[in-house]
């Protein structure tokens, strides 16, 4: 176990990005004796705006970089001595996966291999200490339609993100056999939480619901996903990242299993109080659309081993944490607008043809 209290150098990758962002601003400001680098390339998905709270901290270093470049990660170890990475940079969003795989190959493979590489050849000499940990997804386990997945559970990917995130755990799982990196992953569910891409489902329908836009639902809605608001996700990151086991995996779920129809309905529901409308208006905006090919039917996960052995459990209940999740959207269209200007415009209009909805 490492010590809490001693200064050490934490490389986090994708720190621009939803979930990283929030693992950046809690390191920061949790660990004012780590010193913390944000490595990010600034893709589509990360946005420096989600961390000006504490970009002047003097414990924090933000480094525009992208992980396919090996040559820069090794400048970047011999320049600032990382004696630890969490690594959470990767193409994250299926549906682009499935319109194209290449970034997901060069981003989620290549850069966790070029990551994993930078570590073992600046710590060949002495790996006391050191960690390397890498962040991953339940999606690797592929669908479920009775019990959960843990930690055993054979890998089984449906989409090229979910075979690309499985390829990223196999390279980093060899690295820690065949060479002694002192390794560690987890697969979490699905997060939500201020600053999440509104491409993925519950920004997405926040913000159309905002703007009376239709809210495309795949398939007839009935797929399952498990929620977990992010900053539980950030304390199970916490947790791990100190007392984590060298070379486990574990699994980390919010218990909290909704239909995508379920939990669409819960925010017209919730909108339609918060922003004072006719009760009912926004469910007439939900519009089943063509499935996603491939679509996993349902995630479920067992944090049965992160509970009993290190003593994390979720903390916000999901009604609660969407409540507070709907007024931060609703409080920073700013944001919104500003993430959803340019590229993001092209790739809706690509993905739901306006004709459908
Ligand atoms: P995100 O798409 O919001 O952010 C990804 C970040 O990585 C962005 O800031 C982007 O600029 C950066 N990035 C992308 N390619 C890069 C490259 N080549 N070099 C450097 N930076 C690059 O993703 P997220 O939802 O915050 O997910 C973060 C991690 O957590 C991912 O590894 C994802 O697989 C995993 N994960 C996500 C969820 C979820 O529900 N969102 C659940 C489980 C695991
Ligand atoms: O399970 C963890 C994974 O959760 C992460 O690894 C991924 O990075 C993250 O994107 C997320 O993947 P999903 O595919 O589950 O998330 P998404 O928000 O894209 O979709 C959630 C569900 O909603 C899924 O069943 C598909 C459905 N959906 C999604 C979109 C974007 C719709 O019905 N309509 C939509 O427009």
Known sequence: MMNNSSSRRILITGGAGFIGSHVVRHFVTQYPN???????????????????????????????????????????????NFDSVIHLAAESHVDRSITDASD???????????????????????????????????????????????????????????????GSDHFV??????????????NCSNNYGPYQFPEKFIPLCINNIIHQKALPVYGKGENIRDWLHVEDHVKAIDCIFHTGKIGETYCVGGDNELTNIELVKNLCEL??????????????????????????????????????????????SFEKGIQATIQWYLENTMWLEHVT???YKDYYQRMYNEKDL
């Open 34 to 80: 780590y010193h913390i680098y944000n490595l990010d390339a600034l893709t589509y998905a990360g946005n420096l705006e989600n961390l000006v709270d504490i970009e002047s901290e003097s414990n924090y270093t933000f480094l525009k970089a992208d992980i396919t470049s090996r040559e820069l990660l090794g400048e970047l170890f011999a320049l600032h």
């Open 104 to 166: 997901f190959i060069q981003t989620n493979v290549q850069g966790t291999v070029n990551l994993l590489d930078a570590c073992k050849n600046k710590w060949k000499e002495d790996n006391s200490g050191k960690r390397f940990y890498h962040i991953s997804t339940d999606e690797v386990y592929g669908s479920i339609n009775e019990g959960k997945f843990n930690e055993n559970s054979p890998y089984s990917p449906n989409s090229p993100y979910a075979a690309s995130k499985a």
């Open 173 to 186: 799982r060899a690295y820690h056999t065949t060479y002694g990196l002192p390794t560690v992953i987890s």
């Open 271 to 316: 909108m339609d109080i918060m922003l004072d409308r006719r009760t009912g208006g926004s469910e007439q905006l939900i519009t089943f659309v063509a499935d996603r090919p491939g679509h996993d039917f349902r995630y479920a996960i067992d944090s049965r081993k992160l509970k009993n052995e290190l003593g994390w459990k979720p903390e916000n």
């Open 341 to 343: 200007r340019g590229s």
